[in-house]
T-cell receptor, first 117, second 112 residues
């Protein structure tokens, strides 16, 4: 199993540009999420999905869109990049939703380091 | 609001000693706490989960405790090695909120 894969590893954008960060998992996990990690702020949840066709907002969703058409893929779209979106982005998946009993540990991808000029 | 607090100061210890990291939480007890390891430039890796009704959990050289009276979890690495050097993150479930709440992590350096 490849686990959770993310592309690209690095990206530089200009303010106002749009792009999609790709995330895929091959573990048949129902729960997938996107985080951003900034110094002094920790991991903050952007959006999450509890299954194909179902997505919801996390704590910092503004400026980002997601969709989940398949169990495997969960892309994150930046609509109009801003310097405040400079960050490291992590995609994670889990066998179960975090608020449920059972296996709910998170499996993280390697991250995408995004710089917005 | 619910929070997770971890020692912000880096922990430096000598190889072979036991490293002890602290995770303090506020408000009501979480159903569980999770511990992760993060190396520079990489995503966090899950290590251990301990539930509210468990006092202690072990995995090889790792041990986690959960004290609901002190509102605290301790993470121990026994016989530490330089390869254990990393940042260790603690996370809790957020009750009715559909997310995990993360601490900022504690950096551990094990010196040979």
């Amino acid at each position: 199993n490849a686990g959770v894969t993310q592309t690209p590893k690095f990206q530089v954008l200009k303010t106002g540009q749009s792009m999609t960060l790709q995330c895929a998992q091959d573990m048949n996990h129902e729960y997938m999420s996107w985080y951003r990690q900034d110094p002094g702020m920790g991991l903050r949840l952007i959006h999450y999905s509890v299954g194909a066709g179902i997505t919801d907002q996390g704590e910092v969703p503004n400026g980002y869109n997601v969709s989940r058409s398949t169990t495997e893929d969960f892309p994150l779209r930046l609509l109009s990049a801003a310097p405040s979106q400079t960050s490291v982005y992590f995609c994670a998946s889990s066998p179960h939703q975090p608020w449920r009993e059972g296996r709910n540990e998170q499996f993280f991808g390697p991250g995408t380091r995004l710089t917005v000029l | 609001s619910q929070k997770i607090e971890q020692n912000s100061e880096a922990l430096n210890i000598q190889e072979g000693k036991t490293a002890t990291l602290t995770c303090n939480y506020t408000n009501y007890s979480p159903a569980y706490l999770q511990w992760y390891r993060q190396d520079p430039g990489r995503g966090p890796v899950f290590l251990l989960l301990i539930r509210e009704n468990e006092k202690e959990k072990r995995k090889e050289r790792l041990k986690v405790t959960f004290d609901t009276t002190l509102k605290q979890s301790l993470f121990h690495i026994t016989a530490s090695q330089p390869a254990d050097s990393a940042t260790y993150l603690c996370a809790r479930n957020a009750g009715n909120n559909r997310k995990l709440i993360w601490g900022l992590g504690t950096s551990l350096a094990v010196n040979p």
